[in-house]
């Protein structure tokens, strides 16, 4: 499948924690993204780093990505940014450097390249002087994993262009991130700016020995930590004033913010005791974990908690997993209309592949039952999507409707092992599909199946109908070759039943 994306080409200057997020990113949307970075281990790190990402991409959809883009290292930043649509700044957050590196990229980039800048608090019109194309230049600033979180600061500068942000939006928007626009800039932007304000008060009680970091962290993670992540801060407030809502709120707790519980105007001093202090606490709450493990945990629980988002308003999804939905949907579309080849119909369908994800895990450590179903529910919608029963066809009033499923569970499937389904037609007449689906783990075993009736239905009418030519003429080239296949051991079984050899 190719990108979704409006640009082909990007350029990362700078690859580092930040650049090498970007750089993922934008390869597993399908874009080629040539890199500059001095740093004598680079490759070796934006490797890790796209290895980290992967895998999360892995655990986190089941949707087709593109093909993932071509990496290339170039020997200067010239070399790197003079084909590219979009470049993408990070270097150290040092006003001097960034402002060579940009005009750098400035001078080598084609007149109507992007290029966006990872700063942390710098102001764009800060970075703009000097420039001779200083209306493309804006603050593109991304959290930490880029290729996880999806939000993007965009802060325009006094010279940079309202086209240039629209386009930056779109750019962002095609790859499943979502650029906020601020609409003035000013040191730290907003997300740091409230990041500092924490983080300052944070650095107060350990110093005061309130707390230490462990426990400061468990406050977060525990309470509002939970909150902040589906909500945001206003909307959780509001909730906090009852029926009367914020309005309320804020007239029972705003006296509060007069009182003197806070040290937000007091710099503490990181002398080299509280900064031994706070690594010695960080070493032992890491417990020998590296930095790459404790990247892994991360990327794996983030998982878990924007696929139970995808989840929420009854399907329709809230915040993070709302916009993984989306971006899903545009996905799957996109493969649906690209399929290069047929498949070979001569054994069962291998039209669907997963991998167990953390949000699929179960008390036991192994995926739990209703992931088989979901496995097998995609399998299905996989089969539809090829004799055109796709979102367009239901969006049209018809559909067709699972009556009756039988599961077995054979074995049990682990944390990020690969998934594969195998699909056989066992019977096709106008109105119903009977099939049979073979999970497999691993390197091939096999783990469950499934036997499954479907109706064609008139969703607007809500009754059985027989379904269109266009569609039955799909299907019955399948059902032919799958006719002339075994039928395979399970089907027709009901629970409890005994295998065949046992009956014997």
């Known amino acids: 499948m190719t990108s979704l994306s409006p640009i082909s080409r990007a350029a990362a200057i700078g690859g580092g924690v930040i650049g090498g997020g970007w750089i ?83 001078a080598a980039a084609a007149p109507d390249a992007l290029i966006g800048s990872s700063t942390s608090g710098l102001k764009p019109t800060e970075l703009q002087e ?8 804006f603050v593109a600033h991304p959290y930490n994993p880029v290729y996880l979180l999806p939000l993007v600061e965009i802060v325009g500068g006094t010279a940079t262009t309202p086209a240039t942000v629209a386009r930056a939006r779109e750019v962002l928007d095609a790859i499943g991130m979502k650029g906020v626009v601020i609409a003035r800039e000013i040191e730290a932007f907003v997300g740091d700016r409230l990041l500092e304000a924490l983080w ?45 809502g914020m309005r ?4 029972q707790f705003g006296p509060c913010l007069h009182w003197p519980w806070t040290k937000l105007t007091d710099v503490v001093d990181l002398d080299e005791a509280l900064v031994e202090k706070i690594g010695a606490q960080s070493d032992a709450q890491a417990a020998g974990l590296s930095i790459r493990e404790l990247e892994r945990i991360r990327d794996e629980n983030l998982v878990g908690i924007v696929q139970a988002l995808k ?38 369908l291998a039209l669907h592949e997963a991998r167990v994800s953390p949000a699929w895990i179960d008390y036991n ?13 995609d399998a299905t919608d996989a089969l539809l999507r090829l004799i055109g029963v796709d979102l367009a066809y239901v969006e049209a009033g018809r559909s067709y409707y699972t009556v009756e499923t039988h ?56 009754r059985a109908v027989p379904a269109p030519e266009a569609v039955l003429a799909k299907l019955s080239p399948i059902a032919q070759a799958h006719a002339r296949l075994a039928v395979p051991e399970g089907a027709g079984r009901s629970v409890g039943a005994k295998k065949l050899a046992e009956a014997v």
């Open 248 to 251: 309320h709120f804020l007239a």
């Open 24 to 106: 993922a990113r934008f390869l597993l949307a399908g874009i080629d993204v040539a890199v500059f970075d001095p740093h004598p281990e680079a490759q070796r790190i934006v490797a890790e780093v796209i290895a980290n990402a992967e895998r999360a991409y892995g655990l986190l959809t089941g949707a087709p990505l593109p093909q993932r883009g071509r990496l290339t290292f170039a020997a200067s930043v010239a070399e790197a940014v003079k084909d590219a649509q979009w470049v993408q700044e990070s270097v150290p957050e040092r006003l001097d450097l960034k402002r060579r590196v940009l005009a750098e990229i400035d």
């Open 365 to 377: 450590g192994h995926m739990t039952e209703h992931r088989y179903l979901q496995v097998f529910g």
């Open 200 to 244: 300052r008060e944070a650095l107060w009680l350990i110093k005061d020995d309130i707390c230490d970091v462990e426990t400061l962290d468990d406050v977060i993670r525990y309470s509002f930590g939970l909150r902040w992540a589906q909500m945001g801060l206003f909307q959780t407030y509001r909730i906090a004033g009852g029926e009367a």
């Open 311 to 348: 989840a929420g308003q009854g399907g329709r999804g809230w915040g993070a997993g709302a916009l993984l939905g989306d971006f899903e949907r545009r996905l799957w579309a996109a493969a649906g209309g690209e399929r290069e080849s047929a498949p070979e119909i001569g054994a069962p």
């Open 407 to 462: 599961i077995r569970h054979l074995d049990e499937a682990r944390l990020g092992e690969a998934l594969k389904v195998t699909t056989q037609l066992l019977a096709v007449d106008g109105k119903r599909l009977h099939l049979f689906h073979r999970l497999f783990a691993g390197e091939g075993r096999e783990i469950a199946t499934a036997e499954q009736m479907l109706l064609h239905v008139d969703t607007k009418a809500g």
């Open 130 to 137: 000097g420039l001779s194309h200083p209306e493309r230049l």
